[in-house]
């Protein structure tokens, strides 16, 4: 007998233990499906990043050839967010009852069209339109991306996963800056082209439908129990030409589909109001920081030309955050990680508020941002994880619609507190708001780090009345 057919037949007596499709998920390696799905999921989310902030590098060009004023440029960029609140609470639930693939291909052709439409908008009001529709598809499908990954990696390699998610997302800033760089200045009206790329989430839709299965523990728990298994056979085929697969873990008992009033139960309304309340601080703080920075520097004296060059530098910190994280994102729990990005951001942040030095300026603006990067891609991967396979749409989807009212809030209040106290009392105030941020999910949050997702979460009592 051969090595390779050895090698098979130890493999076969492993997999040949009765077990269900997530204990047999849970025990197979990374192979080269996972490395699939991970580049059209990142692809995917880099387009929808790409979509979100357009508008921000796009609005110079529309002010001037529309004429808006100050006050419509912001009712266009709070369009998005309102947009963003409808598709996450909205589509975490249709990702529930639908299936997550079919979600997230929907959700990318809905935001692809939405994208053309502020492309052809002829005047401001069917731009806001254009850039609500944007943003219920956008936040619809990249909540439904953090559902997908957590549901579908083993629980040893989660948190890389998500680094690698985090960084595709990340990408798209100076990739919308430089793509706006070269085509508005092109002419009048050369700014729509910009949205038309938007529309590549068609291109993406294409690539979920061909190469992205359905989740194994959302058919799971709609019974469909062949399809799961199909999906973890065709991954232990992938698997077999290594060492055997270890005995599976008993299968959990199954689920089926929860409601809202499940996440009102005692230990989901705890993990919710805690998620929520440390999420919306961080998106409060971070937009806090990154919209206002520049004006600050501004009214500190420093010329344009020396306020746009440090706001570049310290533009490069999210590309440098996942790369980081890469390391111990699996090796360090997702709380302490928090607890530490939380201190490190809210420690330069007071800093950078304190110091009028341009060297120490860029030094702490850059560890701020890579530190709030950080959290970001922290708060990502855990945000899905403490959630049952039930309500996990929905649940993620609360959390990530609290923040979206925060990024609104932050607006009028960062403009208000700085109005009132100055540069150094605000990044102070945003700076003990990261800390507490910390705190609180060190002190209430979950652990998650390497362990099942049927481990984090019981099921809710609906799911339990199911069996």
């Known amino acids: 007998m051969s090595a390779s057919s050895s090698t098979e037949d130890e493999f076969a007596a492993t997999s040949a233990a009765p077990a269900g499709p997530i204990s047999r998920l849970e025990r197979i390696p990374i192979t080269k499906w996972h490395l699939v799905w991970i580049s059209v999921l990142g692809s995917g989310y880099l387009v929808e990043n790409f979509d979100n902030i357009a508008f921000s590098y796009l609005a110079p060009s529309i002010r001037a050839e529309w004429g808006l004023s100050l006050g419509q440029v912001g009712s266009v960029t709070s369009a ?113 082209w910009v949205f038309v790329l938007g529309a590549a989430g068609l291109i993406v839709a294409g690539l979920v439908a061909a190469a992205l299965p359905e989740t194994v523990r959302w058919l799971a728990m709609n019974g469909r129990t062949d399809d799961a298994l199909a999906v973890v056979e065709r991954l232990e085929r992938a698997a077999a030409t290594r060492r055997p697969l270890p005995v599976a873990a008993p299968e959990p008992p199954p689920v089926r589909l929860g409601s809202f009033r499940d996440l009102l139960q005692q230990t989901y309304r705890r993990r919710l109001v805690v998620l929520g309340g440390t999420f919306a601080l961080l998106i409060f703080c971070l937009y806090g920081f990154l919209s206002w920075f520049p004006t600050v520097l501004a009214d500190r004296g420093m010329e344009q030309d020396a306020v746009l060059r440090i706001a570049a530098l310290i533009a490069l910190g999210p590309l440098a955050a996942p790369l980081f994280l890469f390391a111990f994102a699996d090796r360090i729990e997702r709380r302490t990680a928090l607890l530490v990005s939380g201190s490190v951001a809210g420690a330069a942040l007071i800093a950078f508020g304190a110091t009028t030095d341009p060297v120490l300026t860029v030094v ?88 099942s997702l049927e481990n984090i979460s019981p099921p809710t009592r609906t799911a339990a009345r199911a069996n």
């Open 80 to 192: 998005v967010f309102l947009g963003m609140l409808i598709g996450a609470v909205l589509g975490g639930r249709l990702s529930d009852r639908w299936g997550r693939k079919t979600l997230l291909i929907w959700s990318s052709v809905f935001y692809s069209l939405a994208s053309l439409v502020s492309a052809m908008a002829p005047n401001f009001e069917v731009l806001v339109v254009g850039r609500i529709l944007t943003g219920v598809g956008v936040q619809a499908a990249t909540g439904v991306i953090m559902v997908y990954l957590s549901e579908m990696y083993p629980r040893i390699s989660r948190g890389r996963f998500f680094t690698v998610m985090t960084f595709f997302g990340f990408v798209a800033s100076p990739l919308t800056a430089f793509s706006v760089l070269v085509i508005a200045p092109q002419g009048v009206g050369a700014w729509r």
């Open 364 to 451: 702490t603006g850059m560890v701020a941002q890579i530190a709030l990067s950080a959290a970001s891609t922290s708060f990502y991967t855990y945000i899905p994880e403490v959630f049952p396979t039930e309500v996990r749409g929905v649940g993620a989807g609360c959390v990530n619609g609290v923040g979206r009212i925060a990024g609104v809030m932050s607006g009028l209040a960062v403009a208000a507190l700085y109005s009132a106290w100055g540069a150094t009392q605000l990044y102070l105030v945003l700076g003990t708001g990261l800390v507490g941020m910390g705190v609180a999910v060190a002190l209430w949050g979950p652990r998650t780090t390497r362990q």
